[in-house]
Structure formats: C-alpha cells, structure tokens
C-alpha cells in the first residue's frame, strides 16, 4: 500500500487551507489541547491548578479561587512534519483555542465559569494507489475528511469548608461540576477512480455523522499546608490535590449516508450515474467512557510545580448501531503531566521581567488511537510566559508560549508527525477600582 501525503483539504471551521493530521481520519478526529494558555504551558495542567486570573475547567473546583472577573482567549498557530516510510509534507494550521470568562462571587465561596471551546479537529486528505488485477492501469482512492466536534459548558465551584488563621495557614476544600453541551459534525468522503476502458465505474461514498447532547464534569481540590508561617515575614509552602471526572455519557448521532457512481465525459466533467444506495438522518447513540484525571501541586509566593496523570479507555466506547462505531481501533488513553511556573516577585510594579511568570511543562501520552494494532504516543515540552499589562490598575496579561512535539510512528507503515505551536493568549481582568458582577452598596 502506498500512501501519499497530499495537499490538505479546506476546512470549513477554518476558512482558510487547513493541515490536519492524517490520523484525524480516526476515532473522533483529532482532540484538540483547548486549555487555557497559561496552564497549556505547563504541559496542560489542570486537575491542581487554581489561578486568580484564569478559568480552568478541567476542575471546576477551581472556579472559587478566582479573585477578579477574568475573560480569556488564546490562538494556537500550527506547524507540523508529517513523514512516512515514502513521502513527507509540511503543514500549517492556526486553531482558536476556546474563549472563557470567570466570576467570582459570594464573598469568595463561590466561583463560576462559562466556556466555549473546540474538542476534536477532522481535516485530512489522503490517496491510496492500487494496482487492478487482470487489467492496465492503477485505481486511484482518496480519503478525505473535515469537521470536528465543540463544547459550550457553564459550571460552578463552591467552598464547602475553610479556615485559615491570621499568616494564612489552613486549609481549604471545594466541589464543582460544569454542565456542558457536545456538539459537531464530521464529515468523510471516500472515492475511487479508474483508468478508462475497464469497464469499471468510478464511485463516491460520503458520510456525515452530526453529535449533540449534554455532558457532566465534576471536581474537588483540597489545599493545606506543607511548611506553616510563624511570622509574617516567613515563606510558607502549600500543597493542593484535586480530583475531576468526565462522566459517562450517551450521545445522540444522526447519520447521513450516500453511494454514487459516475463517469467522465471526453473533457474531463464528472457525469452522476447511479445511486447505488442513501440513507438520511439515521439516528443512534454513543456511549463516551469515563474520564479520570488526579493530581498533586506544591507551591508558595513564587514557584508552582505540579505533576498530574489522566486516564480515559475509549476501548470501552459502545455505540447502538454498528455503523456509528468510530473509525479505527481505540484504545486505553493515557497521560503524565509534569509542569511548573516561577515569578521572581509578587509586586505589582517594578522591572517587568521580576512580574512576568516563566512557564514549562512536559506532557508524555499514550494516545486514545491504536492503527494497525499500534498504539499511538505523543510526546511534547511546552515553554511560556504571561506578562503584566496594565498593571498599576487591573490583573490582565499576555500569555505567548510554545509546544513542541512528535506523534506517531514510521514504523508499520505509520506516519510521524512533528510539530511546533506557538500559543497566544489574552487575559483580561477589570480596573481594580471598577466591581463587575458585585452588587453596589451604594449608588
């Protein structure tokens, strides 16, 4: 079999010439890395991470630890390598990476985040050439894919116990759950030609799979200390462990199907013939496995340094139809996370380069797919920083960082791809002088 990387198929959420990964023909696409840019240089932290100017939603345990209203945006820009035993083609993609805003409430006790942000990318082309017995000439088969699926959710966090003396010390746990809405539409086009005068007829199958339902997540984090204060002037040391579910859900899928055979006129034109068979809008379910994720972040004043393992078994993924199962096999999804972060100072003027946070993580997956009975790895380091704007009057930042990794295998007959992604996200808070979301005492 011989597989040739060709140029990528436009993608409609993109509106502009995608590259998407050839393994995005598998599964449920791609699944996109959409948290928010500073934990994402971190190697994607999140089940212990709380942040005062951040909406996490990985945890929304996280939500009450949020001191301003913050809304959030980031960008990822794309390059990739994709190389097989035979062929090799270069790619770029420039991916919104979701939109977000937090509010703090109830004097602290309460926190609440609403998110819209993509889940999984399809966006691939590819062409198989394959010799035809008995006759002359290759019949030439094209795969090609596009779509993907998103998550609009709105949680809250809630502070269920608290105490915490005069330095600070204590301890602190808090609940939370996002209800989120799945939606999406994944496209497939499969096609093959051949040579003129076999007396064989060219034929196009296309798919479209539409999902929609609702989904729950659930967290807990608890903080204590590791190192107490016994004066004002000490350095103390907490630690923070959360814990956060997916939970099973069964989604609604509709799925529309059509098989058409056509010829060629002497100029070339594609003329319709048949169609050998059509069903529209067939419905059936998809049962998505429960989704684990723990972990455990030691931090004070200045350092942050968390570890963080998650676990997924798509393998148990169940569907009503057989015709609703995924491309592929899928397989026990696996990651090890290890991230950390260091600000100089806690001042709010001063050098700038005191102010920015230093960001880095490292992320090793073994990945939900398996493709000729081998499962996929993804292997990346991620840098960043977030710097002050506006400081002297509002907590807002600039976070720019960078992820670079390789997935995938030229053994097999697999494809590896490396790739680099610059991160670019905004936070912005409001003048600490203004009260969003805060009832005024007096007007």
Do not use: C
């Amino acid at each position: 079999m011989l597989l040739a990387l060709l140029a990528p198929a436009r993608s409609a959420g993109q509106g502009q010439q995608g590259s998407g990964s050839p393994y995005s023909a598998y599964g449920l696409g791609e699944f996109v890395g959409s948290t928010p840019m500073a934990q994402a240089a971190m190697g994607g932290l999140g089940a212990a991470v709380v942040d005062p100017v951040s909406t996490v939603p990985a945890n929304p345990a996280s939500y009450p630890s949020l001191l301003r209203t913050t809304f959030e945006m980031g960008l990822g820009v794309r390059s990739s390598s994709l190389v097989s035993a035979t062929a090799e083609r270069n790619g770029r993609r420039t991916d919104l990476m979701g939109l977000s805003l937090g509010v703090p409430f109830g004097n602290g006790r309460w926190g609440m985040g609403i998110v819209v942000r993509p889940v999984s990318k399809v966006n691939y082309l590819l062409t198989e050439t394959r010799a035809i017995p008995g006759a002359t000439g290759d019949a030439t088969f094209t795969y090609a894919g596009d779509g993907g699926l998103s998550q609009a959710l709105i949680g809250a966090g809630l502070v269920v116990s608290q105490k915490r003396d005069s330095l600070a010390n204590g301890h602190r746990l808090s609940v939370g759950a996002n209800l989120g809405y799945l939606f999406g539409r994944i496209e497939s086009l499969r096609s093959a030609t051949f040579p003129s005068g076999q007396g064989l007829y060219a034929t196009h199958i296309s798919s479209t799979l539409i999902v929609r339902d609702p989904t729950v997540d659930v967290g807990l984090q608890y903080q204590g200390d590791l190192r107490k204060r016994k004066r004002r002037e000490d350095k103390g040391w907490y630690y923070l462990a959360g814990v956060a579910a997916e939970l099973p859900m069964e989604l609604r899928a509709r799925r529309t199907e059509v098989a058409n055979t056509y010829g060629f006129t002497s100029g070339g034109v594609e003329v319709p013939l048949d169609t050998a068979f059509f069903t529209e809008g067939r419905s059936g379910r998809i049962g998505l496995p429960l989704g684990l994720s723990a972990g455990f972040t030691v931090f004070n004043e200045h350092w942050t340094i968390g570890v963080e393992y998650r676990q997924r078994d798509w393998a148990t993924l169940s569907v009503s139809d057989a015709g609703y199962r995924p491309a592929g096999q899928l397989a026990n999804n696996t990651t090890f996370i290890v991230g950390a972060s260091y600000r100089a100072s806690t001042e709010a003027i001063g050098d700038i380069w005191k102010r920015v946070v230093y960001r880095a993580g490292l992320r090793l997956s073994d990945d939900y797919l398996k493709v000729g009975d081998t499962q996929l790895q993804d292997r990346g380091v991620s840098l960043g920083i977030s710097l002050p704007l506006m400081s002297a009057t509002t907590r807002s930042r600039l976070n720019i960082g960078g992820e670079f990794g390789e997935r995938g295998t030229t053994d097999n007959g697999l494809i590896r791809e490396r790739y680099a992604t610059l991160l670019v996200g905004v936070t912005i808070t409001p003048d600490l002088r203004e009260g969003w979301f805060k009832k005024r005492r007096i007007d």
